[in-house]
């Protein structure tokens, strides 16, 4: 306990790092993914653009929402929102909070694919090759084609074993205007996003650092709260089930007992700590009972107090003496075998 | 767990060599961004010289800004010195010395950036290579201007149909990378002298108030961590008490409506402590339900 509690600590305390590394993975991951796609342009005049900005968009699409779903804190943020007010006032400053971190944290993939795309240049090639200025770029004394013939032609540019058009136009001239711009995009994108991130960065301390403290205080707290809750039913339910089991295996060894003809026998007189975890079960026919009677009819989940005398253990719940008048409704519902 | 917390200890003392860290890094990946980087020169009038000036200035500014975000002291420099003056009083050097560590550690990056593009040479070419003189070279001497302006955009190009094995191309490809790898030497040699001096005559001027200035500086990044983990600990303290209360005014209130006496059986006494009176599964579905529908208040 006191080592989780210590790099639960650490990593709380040193959040700053911890989120760093995660950013930093995801980053790598989405770089990763992209080097091991196989890009196939399909050279063919519409389905070009639809497949090059389909490669370009859709990808970044889903690792946005992945980040989303891979977050722990949004069933958090999701709880939060929906939970009826109660006697805790809800502060929407707090859930805006929450959730953009979650957001920031989320675009990191998705910002990467685009750039590494673009920088890289297939995709704006596959997609734009049927607009290559031919004017300017291509040999002026070739004899016109119809526009569809053009766009044809273009469009194998990115297919260069099957291109046919180099009298037209050169192919290497062509893919190198094309990755020229791919590239130049590529780079004003990712230098607009540090901007931004620079800006969201550096703005905040400027205007609102007391209500920031505030919220992140308070998100945080509700994080933490959480798992508190959830560890404190946890141990509550280990107690509930130790105890139940514990009465489950006394009831069934007195309940045996009552219905044999011999008297019970009388526990020897060193009782070491072995024989106490017997529990009064102590031959093969009891236990054999025992396991069957847990299989085919689980005790109710109910502990009834240690001391509490009641001849008959578990098989007929006998009700321990009244003595303050209540409600019979109530009594039937912790009764209930479940 | 002991080595644990000294690591811990140490990064929590000496957040320099974690700056420090930090730099190195992004100098690493600055160097591995761009020998990743495919470097493809359009080969075109204008469009050479925006490329590869382009190329040479433009991820410098975003590695900045990046070296900018990550450094943590950046914030805490940024909130000194927006803070209300209230009961402390601020101190200008020890901003302006925060500052001027951020600023020194972020531009290692870009620098390295600029040195491997200067040295490795191809960023001039594209850039430069229409903005020869074509008197110079053999191959070029003879066209018209406009020819001249088209052959020479195409140098950077090795495998053009009109540039393979031309000689001339050689010769303006070999010219512009004499020039850009004696620019980044000299800029290197520049940069270190200056770096040397600074860090020689440093002394000389003011140790006092520079002393004052950097212990300030890093008492200023040290209570700040220190105040987010105390908060950190007081969140933790502050919930474990809601949740225990929680759970006891629920016992209250089983307690009230059951008629099941609390025996103090020795035997349960552990058990019963955890169980908080609570023992049966509508007890603990009633519990969960007030959790959700009726949080506490804080």
Redesign the interface.
């Known amino acids: 306990m ?2 989780f509690r ?2 639960f ?2 990593l ?3 959040q ?2 911890f989120m ?1 590394g995660i950013c930093g993975i995801m980053a790598l991951a989405s770089a990763q993914m992209y080097s091991a796609f196989d890009f196939n342009c399909p050279c063919l005049p519409r389905y070009n653009l639809a497949y090059g900005l389909g490669i370009l968009l859709v990808p970044p699409l889903i690792l946005f929402l992945l980040g989303f779903v891979l977050n722990n804190n949004v069933s958090m943020l999701a ?1 939060e929102w929906r ?2 007010q ?3 006032g809800k502060d929407p400053a707090v859930l805006r909070y929450m959730f953009c971190s979650m957001a920031q944290r989320a675009m990191i993939a998705p910002t990467v694919w685009v750039s590494v795309t673009l ?3 297939k995709c704006i090639t596959c997609a734009f090759c049927t607009s290559v200025p031919v004017e300017t ?1 291509g040999n002026a004394s070739h004899p016109s084609l119809s526009q569809e013939e053009m766009k044809r032609v273009l469009a194998r540019i990115p297919c260069k074993d099957i291109y046919d058009g180099q009298e037209l136009i ?1 192919n ?2 062509a893919i ?2 094309l ?2 711009i791919s ?2 995009l590529g ?2 994108f ?2 607009l996003m ?2 931004l ?2 800006l969201v ?2 703005l905040r ?2 205007f609102t ?1 007391a209500a920031f403290l505030k919220s992140r ?1 308070w998100s ?2 509700i994080d ?2 959480r798992k ?2 959830d560890e ?2 946890a ?2 339910a ?3 089930a ?2 139940c089991i514990q009465q489950f295996f006394e009831g069934m060894s007195t309940d045996l007992a009552a219905t044999r003809c011999h008297l019970p026998r009388k526990a020897p007189a060193d009782t070491g700590e072995a024989t106490e975890k017997l529990l009064g079960i102590t031959d093969q026919v009891t236990m054999n009972t025992a396991l069957k009677s847990w299989h085919r009819c689980k005790p ?9 005398p009641s001849g008959n253990g578990w098989a007929g719940e006998g009700q ?1 003496p ?3 008048p ?2 019979r409704r ?2 039937a ?2 009764y ?1 075998r ?1 | ?1 002991d080595r ?2 000294m690591i ?1 200890q140490y ?1 929590q003392s000496n957040s320099e060599s ?1 700056m420090n860290g930090i730099c190195g890094l992004l100098a690493l990946a600055s160097v591995k961004m761009y020998t990743c ?2 470097f ?5 009038p204008w ?1 050479n010289v ?2 590869g000036l ?2 040479m200035f ?2 410098p ?2 590695l900045f ?2 070296g ?3 450094n ?1 002291q ?2 805490v420099m ?2 000194e010195w ?2 209300p003056q209230g009961r402390r009083k601020k101190d200008l050097a020890v901003i302006r010395y925060m500052c001027f560590s951020i600023m020194q550690r972020a531009t290692v990056a870009p620098v390295v950036w600029i040195l491997i593009t200067l040295l490795d040479g191809k960023c001039l070419i594209c850039a430069f290579s229409s903005s020869v003189d074509p008197e110079k070279f053999v191959g070029f001497a003879n066209a018209s201007p406009v020819q001249v302006q088209q052959l020479l955009a195409k140098v950077p ?1 090795k ?3 009109l540039m393979r094995n031309n000689t001339s191309r050689k010769a303006v490809s070999r010219y512009l990378r004499c020039w850009s790898q004696a620019l980044g030497w000299s800029i290197l040699l520049i940069l270190i002298v200056a770096a040397f001096l600074a860090r020689w005559l440093r002394p000389c001027f003011n140790q006092a108030t520079l002393l004052q200035a950097r212990h300030w500086s890093n008492y200023i990044d040290i209570e700040q ?1 220190i105040f ?2 105390t ?3 007081h ?2 303290l ?3 008490k ?2 225990l209360h929680f ?1 006891e005014s629920m016992r209250q209130e089983i307690k009230l ?7 103090e ?1 020795e ?2 006494a552990e ?1 019963e402590g ?3 009176g ?7 579905n009633k519990l ?1 339900k007030m ?8």
């Open positions: 006191d080592k210590m790099v600590q650490f709380q305390s040193n700053e790092s760093n709880e939970r009826p109660g006697q805790r920088l890289d240049g770029l050169a290497e001239v190198r205007y990755r020229c590239q130049a780079w004003c990712v230098l540090t901007m991130a620079f960065r550096s301390p400027c650092q205080y945080h707290y933490i709260e508190l809750f404190t039913c141990e509550h280990r107690s509930f130790k105890v109710p989940l109910h502990l009834h107090s240690p001391a509490c321990p009244t003595h303050t209540a409600p109530e009594v519902a912790y209930s479940v | 767990m644990f917390r811990f990064f974690v980087f495919d493809s020169c359009p080969c075109l469009y925006a490329y382009g190329i433009v991820p500014v975003a800004l990046c900018l975000i990550l943590r950046s914030l940024l909130e927006r803070r190009c495998d053009d149909e961590k987010e983990e908060c950190c600990e969140s933790r502050f919930a474990h809601c949740i759970f409506h059951s008629f099941s006496l609390l025996r059986g035997r349960a058990e955890l169980l908080q609570i023992t049966d599964q509508v007890q603990v969960l959790w959700y529908y009726e949080k506490p208040p804080l």
